[in-house]
């Protein structure tokens, strides 16, 4: 059964950091891009980033360019997103969520919640 | 950046009607365009991929169809579990852009 599990979220204040993890299981994790997708409470889905298999290629969301970084270890089954200067406007739930062909997420994780706040 | 608009936000429907939902987007993306059910509390649910193939698993009550920049999603007969949000997704570049979602509510 494929697994996603989000782990790190919490309270942090502006500017702060935090570092978001999700474990997988029951597949191949180095065979798929994955991605973070990210749910403002009460509002809509937007993608936040993605990674290549081999970790060697990244893409990003215009808005956290420069202050989050996505990474994998293959390794250790683990997808990772590293937010710095939190803005107000990070605040939202995070998904993790692995690629299909053609870039739909078939399989999500149950979410984070990354709260930013003074 | 391609914007993905979806129509209605909202609507309200009974056990049993058609549904149907529309997505447009920004410029021509083909027929990358994927569903999602969303329900409260809990990820969102692939039903449709490349604009009109079946996610496994999702009932035939649902398709989709369209190609360029309009889109549609069709439950043909809503049931009860039916009642969630739904978004629309295009694949067609990075960054992958999302419609802003369709409550669909019980009348």
């Known amino acids: 059964e494929v697994q996603l599990v989000e782990s790190g979220g919490g309270l942090v204040q502006p500017g702060g950091s935090l570092r978001l993890s999700c474990a997988v299981s029951?597949?191949?994790?180095?065979?798929?891009?994955m991605s973070w997708v990210r749910q403002a409470p009460g509002k809509g889905l937007e993608w936040v980033a993605k990674?290549?298999?081999?970790?060697?290629?990244?893409y990003y969301v215009d808005s956290v360019k420069g202050r989050f970084t996505i990474s994998r270890d293959n390794a250790k089954n683990s997808l990772s997103l590293q937010t710095n200067s939190l803005r107000t406007e990070d605040t939202a739930v995070y998904f993790c969520?692995?690629?299909?062909?053609?870039?739909?997420?078939?399989?999500w994780g149950q979410g984070a919640l990354v709260a930013v706040s003074s | 950046d391609i914007q993905m608009s979806q129509s209605p936000s909202s609507l309200s429907a009974s056990v049993g009607d058609r549904v149907t939902i529309t997505c447009r987007a920004s410029?021509?993306?083909?027929?990358?365009l994927g569903w999602y059910q969303q329900k409260p509390g809990k990820a969102p649910n692939l039903l449709i991929y490349?604009?009109?193939s079946l996610q496994s698993g999702v009932p035939s009550r649902f398709s989709g169809s369209g190609s360029g920049t309009d889109f549609t999603l069709t439950v043909s007969s809503l049931q009860a579990e039916d009642f969630a949000t739904y978004y629309c997704?295009?694949?067609?570049?990075?960054?992958?852009?999302f419609g802003g979602g369709t409550k669909v509510e019980i009348k």
């Open positions: 029951g597949f191949t994790f180095s065979d798929y891009w």
């Open positions: 969520a692995r690629e299909e062909i053609g870039s739909y997420f078939g399989y």
């Open positions: 990674i290549k298999p081999d970790g060697r290629d990244t």
């Open positions: 410029q021509s993306i083909g027929v990358a």
């Open positions: 490349a604009a009109s």
């Open positions: 997704q295009q694949t067609y570049s990075t960054p992958l852009t």
